[in-house]
């Protein structure tokens, strides 16, 4: 039998089942044997001991209701889940893919126990073919009838479930690849508004960047600043070539951001009064690219 679930897999899909619904063990338990179409069904002892694992982990909680334990997920497990949404959408796809092994494995065992069994009654025919037919040869082809009948059936729920865990497969794919798509669209959109604000906004951030690398003019001098602001606005950061990925582009202008009033803080020293001046700085920015990419206090 193929594995049903990899490594680490089945935590994930506890996590996606408490986050429908708080649920006991025992549903729990219930619900994946219903996901598989009755073709698997995980013991106690793989469900609970992970379940209480999770709850270590700080990612479920429980509450005794009626004498059981009923499993919530917590913020820190949805937190998790919404981070391996990618990797829950491959697992739902491994699942159908499961059950169409399984339905396989199934149909072919019953086919060759209908084999063997047709060929024992052949052995037995052979056998006793100069005998007068008797009770037991009745009762042997009774059970031959019986056999390819149960057969029959096997084979034909196997291949509605593996059609059914064909079309469901292919719809989840068709909706996974429509949310990446979505998703990829919501990205460039949102880049590129920011990309386009944040050429806007440069001058907080050279401002910002001349009072540590450049000096920092005194508190109410604000042609010096505003002359400063505009002089490196057009050169800071001219080095780095755009990419074509607006998100990326923005990271790399932050991280050269840091680490130059990083290494400039470092080489010359900082005062508590340089600090307090930063922070004012800072504020500023933090309000203005607040406002660009709309968030809130």
Excluded: N
């Excluded at 508590?272 to 709309?294: I, K, N, P, Y």
């Amino acid at each position: 039998m193929p594995p049903v679930f990899a490594h680490g897999r089945l935590r994930l899909y506890l996590l996606k089942l408490l986050d429908e619904a708080p649920r006991h063990g025992y549903e729990v338990i219930r619900l994946l044997e219903e996901r598989f179409q009755g073709l698997y069904a995980p013991s106690a002892g793989t469900v609970y001991p992970r379940l209480a694992k999770l709850e270590a982990e700080g990612l479920v909680t429980h509450a005794t209701e009626g004498g059981r334990k009923v499993y919530s997920i917590t913020d820190a497990g949805r937190a998790e889940l919404a981070d391996r949404g990618g990797e829950l959408a491959d697992l739902e796809l491994e699942i159908r893919d499961s059950v169409t092994e399984l339905a396989a494995e199934i149909r072919d065992d019953v086919r060759g126990a209908a084999g063997d069994l047709r060929r024992e009654m052949r052995a037995a025919a052979s056998a006793s073919a100069t005998r007068v037919e008797d009770e037991s040869w009745k009762a042997a082809k009774e059970d031959l009838r019986k056999a390819r009948q149960e057969w029959k059936e096997q084979a034909r729920r196997a291949k509605d479930e593996s059609r059914r865990a064909r079309e469901e497969a292919q719809q989840a794919r068709r909706q996974a690849k429509e949310a990446q798509e979505r998703a990829r669209e919501e990205v460039q959109r949102i880049a590129g508004q920011l990309q386009e604000q944040f050429a806007k906004s440069g001058g907080v951030l050279g401002s910002l960047a001349g009072a540590w690398l450049g000096g920092a003019p005194a508190a109410g001098s604000a042609d010096a600043s505003a002359a400063a602001e505009a002089g490196r606005s057009s050169e800071w950061a001219a080095d780095l070539t755009a990419t074509g990925d607006p998100a990326r582009d923005l990271d790399r202008l932050l991280d050269r951001f840091r680490d130059e009033v990083r290494d400039a803080a470092r080489d010359r020293g900082v005062t508590s009064a340089q600090v307090a001046e930063a922070r004012r700085h800072l504020e500023a920015a933090r309000g203005r690219l607040g406002t660009t990419f709309g968030v809130t206090s």
